[in-house]
């Protein structure tokens, strides 16, 4: 304890594993011979269940601490269907997450420490197999390194999802819950702000088929033309049955664009040269 705070320990060696086991595989032999012990059954037993209990409680904190590591080597991949998307009247759905504090900062600055850096970083297998991938001209067994780094489930040298960003940043809790805005919060502007690849757009087409499957009225301007927010959006209006109110505004493609005319209706002559 330091200023009445519990100091963590999290970036090391799983050694409650070690202790959990043992614990249990005496329990187990004490179950299976009591005599050999020279105890009688029922304080064998009682001595077995202690010790299964035991054993369970330091495996649990073991695994906590190879779930957090885990956590860190390697993003989190998680996904949601547009028509699994909660709806709600008064709040937005943002997706999950959680309340920063004091422990996520010194968790992350435990894990930019230089002596922490093989508990945070992926091992030699899996920087080989995505190696492998990435070039596989000139390695030996690169067909080997291909299979490990397959895209599949259970996989432990699965490469990451293509997102930007650290992996820390999430690893430092590994217990997320879903994130809401209440409504009432919007009336004011939100700023976004990330890097390449961290999410940015994801988000908009979340709060924007949100929005439509509310009912509202959404107007989006999209300077970069991201085709796949275009058809985030068109896919939302389908699913809410507005597919017949989706208006698409693009000079670059005139057969696809509604159409505005700026000078077709005035009341002066002098309203046209404003207009163009």
């Known amino acids: 304890m330091i200023g009445g705070h519990p100091v963590e320990a999290l970036l090391r060696p799983p050694a409650e594993l070690n202790a959990g086991t043992v614990s249990v595989l005496v329990g187990v032999t004490i179950a299976l011979g009591p005599e050999y012990f020279m105890m009688t059954p029922g304080v064998g037993y009682g001595a ?3 010790l299964g209990l035991n054993g369970c409680w330091w495996l649990r904190r073991g695994w906590k601490v190879v779930r957090y590591q885990r956590g860190l080597r390697r993003r989190r991949r998680w996904t949601m269907a547009a028509k699994r998307i909660p709806v709600r009247r008064d709040r937005l759905f943002l997706g999950r997450g959680f309340r920063w504090g004091e422990r996520h900062t010194q968790r992350l600055h435990d894990c930019r420490r230089t002596r922490f850096r093989k508990f945070v970083e992926p091992g030699r297998l899996v920087r080989w197999a995505h190696a492998c991938v990435a070039e596989p001209h000139g390695r030996r067994l690169a067909w080997l390194g291909r299979l490990l780094a397959a ?34 919060d919007r009336n004011g502007h939100t700023l976004v702000l990330g890097t390449t690849q961290v999410g940015k757009t994801r988000l908009l087409e979340l709060s ?50 509604s159409r505005y005319n700026g000078v077709g209706q005035f009341h002066r002559i002098t309203e046209v040269a404003t207009r163009v």
């Not at 999802?161 to 992996?167: D, Q």
């Not at 924007?208 to 068109?234: N, S």
């Not at 896919?235 to 507005?242: K, S, V, W």
């Open 48 to 50: 077995a269940a202690a």
């Open 151 to 184: 895209d599949v489930p259970g996989n432990p040298c699965r490469p990451p999802p293509p997102v930007g960003g650290s992996s820390w940043l999430h690893g430092v809790e590994p217990r997320e819950a879903d994130v809401h805005l209440p409504l009432r």
């Open 208 to 257: 924007v088929a949100q929005d439509i499957r509310r009912g509202e009225t959404v107007v989006v301007f999209d300077p970069k033309g991201d085709a796949d927010l275009l058809r985030a959006m068109h896919e939302a209006c389908r699913t809410a049955r507005r597919g017949d109110e989706f208006v698409l505004f693009h000079l670059g493609y005139p057969e696809l664009s």
